[in-house]
C-alpha cells in the first residue's frame, strides 16, 4: 500500500495510475473532498472514474497502513509542514518519499523525521489538475528515485516493482542526488525566466534568452560542483534546450504560480542555490537577480 499526502496534480497522477494497476493507495488532502470519485484523462485522451480512499490523515490502524510508504507531493515550501502535520499517523519505519522540483526539503525532513528511510524522487511526467480529484497526464518522462540520507541501504524492491507497475520510465538511482540536481539546473534555466517574462517555455528559444540560460547554467554548474556534483556546461546546455524543445507548448509551474498569484518555489531553486554558492563563496549574479525579481513579483 502506497498512502499519498497532496491531492494536487502530481499526487492525483500516482493515486490514479496505482488505483489502475490495482494498487491501493490513500490520498491525504487538507480540504474536505465532496467525492470519492477521481477522473483520471491518460496520454491518450481516454478518461477512466476511480473510486479512491481520502481523508485528512494518512492511516496507521491496520499493519498495512503502518507499513505503507508515503509518497509526498506537495509543493517544495509545503513539504515540512506536510508531513509534520501527520507526524502522530508516521512510524519511524515508514519510508518517505519526496516528489517534488527544487531541492532542500529531504535535509529539513531528516531534522524532524531522522530514522526514517528517506526516498528523493524527481518526476518528468507532466499532470494538470483540471478541479479536485480530477487530472489530466499531460506528459509522460522518467521518474527516478534513491535514498537521500544512506544510499548503502537495500533496495526497497518491492516498492520500487509497485511504482514500475502503475508508470512506465521509473528508475531506481543509486545516485539520485546528481537527478535531483540536474532537475534543480533545469528548473533555475526555465521556470523564473518564463515566469517573469509570463512566456511559454518554447518562447525560451528566443537569442533573447541565451545569454542569461548559460550563465544561469555556468553558475549552478559551479555551485554542484563545490558539492562535489560534476556537470559539464555543454551537456546540461543540451539538456535544457531538450526539455524547452519538448514542453514548449507548456507555461512551467512557476509561470503559472506568478499568474494566478500563487507563493513560488524560488526558495528552493534559485533560494537553494544561492545560499549553497554563499557557503562556497562562489558569485552567482544571474540566479540571484532572477531569485530577487521573482521575489518582488510574489509580492505583488
Ligand atoms: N504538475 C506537474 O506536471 C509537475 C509537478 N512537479 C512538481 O511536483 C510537486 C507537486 O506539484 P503539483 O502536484 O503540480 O502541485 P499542486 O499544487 O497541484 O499539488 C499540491 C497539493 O498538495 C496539497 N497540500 C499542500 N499542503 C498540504 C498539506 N499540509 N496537507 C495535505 N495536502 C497539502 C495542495 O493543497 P492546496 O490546494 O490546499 O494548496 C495541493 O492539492 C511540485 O514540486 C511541482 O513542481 C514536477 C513535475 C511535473
Ligand atoms: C521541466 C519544467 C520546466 C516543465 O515546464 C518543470 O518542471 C516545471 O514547469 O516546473
Known amino acids: 500500500m502506497i498512502q499519498i499526502i497532496g491531492a ?73 509542514d506536510a508531513l509534520l502535520s501527520q507526524q502522530p499517523y508516521i512510524n519511524k519505519h515508514q519510508i518517505i518519499i519526496l516528489m517534488h522540483n527544487g531541492y532542500g526539503c529531504a535535509e529539513q525532513v531528516l531534522k524532524y523525521f531522522p530514522n526514517n528511510p528517506i526516498i528523493s524522487a524527481t518526476t518528468s511526467n507532466g499532470s494538470l489538475l483540471n478541479g479536485p480529484l480530477s487530472i489530466t497526464h499531460t506528459g509522460a518522462g522518467p521518474t527516478y528515485l534513491g535514498y537521500f540520507n544512506d544510499p548503502s541501504q537495500q533496495i526497497p524492491i518491492q516498492l520500487v516493482k509497485t511504482l514500475q507497475d502503475t508508470m512506465d520510465d521509473v528508475h531506481w538511482s543509486k545516485d539520485i542526488n546528481s537527478k535531483c540536481w540536474l532537475k534543480l539546473i533545469i528548473n533555475a534555466a526555465i521556470n523564473p525566466l518564463s515566469a517573469i517574462q509570463q512566456i511559454k517555455n518554447g518562447q525560451l528559444r528566443s537569442s533573447t534568452y541565451t545569454k542569461t540560460i548559460e550563465n544561469i547554467i555556468s553558475e549552478s554548474i559551479a555551485v554542484a560542483k563545490a558539492e562535489s556534483i560534476h556537470f559539464h556546461v555543454p551537456t546540461v546546455l543540451h539538456t535544457v534546450n531538450k526539455v524547452i524543445t519538448a514542453t514548449a507548448e507548456n507555461y512551467s509551474s512557476m509561470n503559472r504560480d506568478i499568474h494566478y498569484q500563487r507563493p513560488t518555489e524560488i526558495e528552493f531553486i534559485n533560494g537553494y542555490l544561492i545560499k549553497k554558492a554563499l557557503q562556497h563563496q562562489i558569485a552567482v549574479p544571474t540566479l540571484s537577480d532572477l531569485y530577487h525579481q521573482i521575489k518582488k513579483k510574489e509580492c505583488h
Not at 500516482?14 to 474536505?32: E, I
Open 8 to 80: 494536487g496534480a502530481i499526487g492525483c497522477l500516482w493515486a490514479a495510475t496505482l488505483q489502475k494497476s490495482g494498487h491501493s493507495c490513500h490520498l491525504v488532502s487538507r480540504h474536505k473532498q465532496l467525492t470519492n470519485t477521481l477522473h483520471f484523462t491518460d496520454l491518450s485522451a481516454n478518461t477512466t472514474q476511480f473510486t479512491i480512499s481520502h481523508g485528512h490523515h494518512l492511516l496507521a490502524t491496520r499493519l498495512a497502513e503502518q507499513q505503507s510508504a508515503i509518497l509526498v507531493c506537495v509543493k517544495a515550501p509545503q513539504v515540512l
